[in-house]
């Protein structure tokens, strides 16, 4: 009896402590600047919207952060690289943005300079990217944003190789406008097709009568016999011709001897 109480008491401790614990545990503020970033999807360092990035790092890393993006919200990405003198600059630096989804699918920038070349006297250089409405549904064909984890890459994608490992600081702002989450802002006010009222009639209109005339009758009549067509006549040709075929073969193949007697 006296383990059985020990072991509940150590349990209850144990209860006790978890949640403290877990509450210690600090996390990320908006207010506080991020100095690290990823180098790879795994290994992307995350970014809350409003948070501020300023990262040192070398020409040639792949720089990776991560976010999240809820339904209805349009992100906006704004990038300064601060570059090397010029004095130990080879020649020009292209240096592009890209973001994925929680697929890895790469979503699109509708407006921004997504790719930008500095020149070897520049130095900093600024990239943007405004990416499209999260929407709360899609197609399973479609690539349209969900809501998730998103991951942003920073590469230099084009630079003389004697420029790689010189020192680059990198500013990043992510920036969240909330909106609708319905679809493109799209609402449907009014049905698309009228309602009806099954097993009603319509009513006749006013001077029409509901017995047809007799000349309508008559046309009626002889619209239900109508002439052979051409195909028609093809086909009981067709058929003649073959009958006579039959039979002069049957006349050939049974009694030779009149045909030539």
Known sequence: MRYVLTGLAALACLAVAGPAAADDTPSPSPSATVGTAGTSFLTATEVKPGQQVRVSASTGDYQYWSFDAAAGETDRLAITIT????????????????????????????????????????????LHCLLRQVRSWADPWSDEPLPGTYYVRLSATGLPDQDLGLPVQTDLSITAKKGDAQPDNARLKAPLSPETGPGSTTAPQAGSSAAPSAAEEGDHFWNRFSWPSARWWWTIGGGLLAAVAGVGGYRLTRHPRRWFS
């Open 83 to 126: 570059l090397p003198t010029s004095a130990s600059r080879h020649g020009p630096a292209t240096w592009t943005v890209d973001v994925f989804d929680g697929l890895r699918r790469r979503q699109p920038c509708t407006a921004g300079s997504q790719t930008a070349t500095a020149a070897t006297g520049t130095a900093s250089l600024a």
